[in-house]
């Protein structure tokens, strides 16, 4: 079955632009993650979606990033006024989280954002 | 504040070997210990993950060995073979479904 798919794969900016990444999460799975991996760091955790609660918003860097998601689906990671720092891939995840389940998160290829 | 400290950064074996990586953690509402495997350009995998309940898991020549009184884990990987040439990942997350800690990941080159 289809995996995780994420667009663009790559993304090049300018700085100061805003950007939108996209995460199709695997059907069915009703938690989506989000999390950035710089350049020989480990993930670093962004968000978190779980059906209708709230999401987990800790991870977010500052107010300049945001993230929805439309009908329990489809996500939208958005970073305004993009910075040099910023630059990164962005990494999603989605996970089917069932009672009797365990917590594998399936990556989708991820995104590499470059802000020049 | 890094929650999971993995060592070594990277690591050479040869084709044969056992090459070990271990994780550390701090926040002992950590219940579930994942390891991830990433080749270039693409996503994490997950390789094997441990519940605290259990000292050592096995799977295929992946074994997890957990000490949680000393709240360190590691990663065995039996007969290691030049495929297995990837970064790993450890990770931590409290409570099922939620967020995960990862490690700084461990760079393997596994060389005939």
């Known amino acids: 079955g289809a995996g995780v798919s994420q667009s663009p794969s790559n993304k090049v900016t300018e700085k100061g632009k805003d950007v939108e990444l996209r995460c199709d999460p695997i059907?069915?799975?009703?938690?989506l993650y989000w999390y950035r991996q710089s350049l020989g760091q480990g993930l670093e955790f962004l968000i978190y979606f779980q059906g209708n609660s709230a999401p987990d918003k800790s991870g977010l860097p500052s107010d300049r990033f945001s993230a929805e998601r439309t009908g329990g689906s489809v996500s939208t990671l958005t970073i305004q006024r993009t910075q040099q720092e910023d630059s990164a891939v962005y990494l999603c995840?989605?996970?089917?989280?069932?009672?009797?389940?365990?917590?594998?998160?399936?990556f989708g290829p991820g995104t590499r954002l470059t802000v020049l | 504040q890094q929650q999971v400290k993995q060592s070594p950064q990277s690591l050479i074996v040869q084709k044969g070997g056992i090459p070990i990586i271990n994780c550390a953690y701090e926040n002992t509402a950590f219940d579930y210990f994942p390891w991830y495997q990433q080749f270039p350009g693409k996503g994490p995998a997950l390789l094997i993950a441990i519940r605290p309940d259990v000292s050592e898991k096995k799977e295929g020549r992946f074994t997890i060995s957990f000490n949680k009184s000393a709240k360190q884990f590691s990663l065995h990987i039996m007969d290691s073979q030049p495929g297995d040439s990837a970064t790993y990942f450890c990770a931590a997350s409290a409570g099922r479904g939620n967020k995960l800690t990862f490690g700084t990941g461990t760079q393997l080159k596994v060389e005939l």
């Open positions: 995840a989605s996970s089917p989280r069932g009672s009797g389940g365990n917590n594998e998160q399936f």
């Open positions: 059907s069915g799975h009703t938690a």
